[in-house]
């Protein structure tokens, strides 16, 4: 059974219309990520939450916005998509902060932007 | 600075023959390298994953072998099978780091 849910799988959306991607877990986990990750590319992390504690990574554009309004579910809001955001979105939690446990994957969200 | 650097970058191996992709890490404080698994369209998984309290730790084909001194780990693969064609991430976290920092990957194609 899947453990870290993604919707939706693929989003087509337009050069600038605003997206949302939505991530569920039913693993009750602490942490919940939110990774970019671009065609033959490492993830990239975007920002994380640690139970209701938010924290963007430095070099995230204020474009990507995160909502996490319970333990279960994490939004990932793109404002207003260009081009360049054009990625794979891949969800994952860990029970906790330290990265000393498995990070848990989602299948991911491709998002193609017009 | 990159925190962990792969090598290579794409791999072509026979089925049957072994495997190797190599790691190497900046920070001492890492205290946890996983090895995680991703399929085409998929998600990445975790494979397998060490601590620097042992030098090489085996799960069935897989084995990571682990060298504090040298700040370096390598994944290989026995018996390597069409199967096994994915990308291969390295990892590396601990300490006082609370997020994982990633290789570049490595492109694993098993020829029948």
């Known amino acids: 059974d899947a453990m870290v849910i993604q919707n939706p799988r693929y989003q087509v959306t337009q050069f600038g219309k605003p997206v949302t991607l939505s991530c569920s877990q039913t693993l009750n986990h602490n942490v919940m990520y939110w990774y970019q990750q671009k065609s033959s590319q490492a993830p990239k992390l975007l920002f994380h939450?640690?139970?209701?504690?938010?924290?963007n990574e430095a070099d995230t554009p204020d474009n990507f916005q995160s909502r996490r309004p319970n333990t279960s579910f994490c939004f990932l809001d793109i404002r207003s998509p260009g081009l360049g955001d054009a990625a794979m979105y891949l969800c994952?939690?860990?029970?906790?902060?330290?990265?000393?446990?498995?990070?848990?994957f989602g299948e991911g969200s491709r998002l193609t932007v017009l | 600075q990159q925190q962990v650097k792969q090598s290579p970058q794409s791999l072509i191996v026979q089925k049957g023959g072994i495997s190797i992709i190599n790691c190497a890490y900046e920070?001492?404080?890492?205290?946890?390298f996983p090895w995680y698994q991703q399929f085409p369209g998929k998600g990445p998984a975790l494979l397998i994953a060490?601590?620097?309290?042992?030098s090489e730790k085996k799960e069935g084909r897989f084995t990571i072998s682990f060298n504090k001194s040298a700040k370096q780990f390598s994944l290989h693969i026995m018996d390597s099978q069409p199967g096994d064609s994915a990308t291969y991430f390295c990892?590396?976290?601990?300490?006082?780091?609370?997020?994982?920092?990633f290789g570049s990957g490595t492109k694993l194609n098993v020829k029948p």
């Open positions: 990892a590396a976290s601990g300490g006082n780091f609370n997020k994982f920092y």
């Open positions: 920070n001492t404080a890492f205290d946890y």
């Open positions: 939450y640690y139970d209701k504690d938010f924290n």
């Open positions: 994952a939690t860990s029970r906790d902060l330290g990265g000393t446990g498995e990070l848990f």
């Open positions: 060490i601590r620097p309290d042992v």
